[in-house]
Structure formats: structure tokens, C-alpha cells
């Protein structure tokens, strides 16, 4: 089986109830954008719907995910894709989660891609300082107009996530050239295998494990 195929993980991150959540910025990603080419590689990924694509009110916005995560159940696990203002939704809604709620599931990583600024949006103060409390990695650009290189990194390292440095990659939207990516598809995949191999490992007995140390 082809690896680079859409079926090739999905069977699997299904059965173990590890789904992909797409968080668009602000006018939604078009059809040709790298968000919707992602969603469509994995089976049962879903896209968080705004009710206003132009209007960007991040307690709404980050509401919608919580509603979105709602309609699935308390223990299905997601990995969130991020773009621009969908990031700082993310941040948001994870900064407001209350665990109990989510049992074992609910977003567990994220990838957040080219993060808009918060400071032109006037929503810092609103945005968590003491790290998301999961796994994530930050996408930078060089040239990005929505968020400058340092500032974006800065708040890689306030959110507790790593960063990537893409180069003089402008917004990383399809006005960029960002269409099919395989970079976003690689590392999500990975954050997949995370999940399922976290899972496995809680369902292990400690005596097993002992055995083999």
C-alpha cells in the first residue's frame, strides 16, 4: 500500500477513534488551500463551521470548537490543524476547556500554522500564558504580514510548543502556493501514532511492564 495514500493510516487512527479537526482563519480555506487538501487525506476529519467567516470574535470562535468537539462524544481524541485566526481560536478554547468534560478525549495535539497576531486583534490578554497543557507545534514565516517571525516564536515558547521556521513562506495560505502539503500531513500523522501509542500504553498492565524492563 502506497504510504503517501489516504487509506493508509486511516483504518487504524478510525479505530482507535483519533480524528482530525480543521480550524480555518479568518474567510475560511478555500478549496484549493492547504487545509481542505488535508482534509480530505483522513477519513472522518471534521472542519469547525463559523457563524460569521469575516467577523473575528474569538470567544465565538473558540465556542464553535467546543460545540464542534460536543456533537462527537466526551472520549473521542482529535488533533487540531490551525491556520491564522483559527490558532488563536484554539488557544482560546483550550485556555476555557474544562477537562472533566472531554473524559479521555478532546483535543490532544495541535498543529498551528502561521498564527495571526494577537496584538493586532487586541485578544493577548485573552490567550493563555502558562502553556496549552498539549503536545502542539508552531509553523512560522519569515515574511508572514499577519504575524511577525520573533513574535510568532515568542508565543511557540508561552504555549509550551515547538517551532518550525518555514523561510520566506509569506501567510503559508494558497496565495503562497500552499496547496497539497506534505510537511502538514507528515506531522500529523505523527500526532496520530502519539495518540495511539499513549493509548496502548494505558491499556498495559504495570506487570507487563515490568517484565519488560
Not at 7 to 24: K, N, T, W
Not at 106 to 111: C, E, F, K, M
Request: one cysteine or more; a positive charge; charged letters at 20%.
Amino acid at each position: 500500500m502506497n504510504p503517501s495514500s489516504p487509506s493508509s493510516l486511516l483504518p487504524l487512527a478510525q479505530r482507535h477513534q483519533v480524528r482530525v479537526l480543521i480550524i480555518p482563519g479568518l474567510r475560511d480555506s478555500g478549496p484549493t488551500h492547504w487545509q481542505s487538501w488535508l482534509q480530505s487525506q483522513y477519513r472522518g476529519a471534521v472542519r469547525v463551521q463559523q457563524r460569521d467567516w469575516f467577523a473575528p470574535e474569538l470567544d465565538e470562535w473558540a465556542q464553535r470548537i467546543t460545540d464542534t468537539l460536543a456533537r462527537f462524544g466526551p472520549h473521542t481524541q482529535w488533533i487540531a490543524v490551525a491556520h491564522s485566526f483559527g490558532c488563536l481560536a484554539l488557544a482560546r478554547h483550550l485556555a476555557l476547556r474544562v477537562e472533566p468534560q472531554y473524559g479521555l478525549g478532546g483535543i490532544r495535539a495541535a498543529l498551528m500554522v502561521a498564527p495571526a497576531d494577537p496584538v493586532k486583534f487586541d485578544v493577548a490578554h485573552r490567550l493563555p500564558t502558562d502553556g496549552l497543557h498539549i503536545p502542539a507545534t508552531v509553523i512560522g514565516s519569515e515574511d508572514d504580514p499577519w504575524m511577525p517571525l520573533e513574535r510568532a516564536r515568542t508565543w511557540a515558547q508561552t504555549w509550551g510548543a515547538r517551532f518550525q521556521n518555514m523561510g520566506a513562506v509569506g501567510h503559508i495560505n494558497t496565495e503562497s502556493g500552499f496547496g497539497p502539503w506534505p510537511l502538514a500531513r507528515y506531522k500529523v500523522d505523527q500526532m496520530i501514532r502519539d495518540q495511539q501509542r499513549a493509548r496502548r500504553l494505558d491499556r498495559v498492565h504495570p506487570m507487563e511492564l515490568s517484565y519488560a524492563v
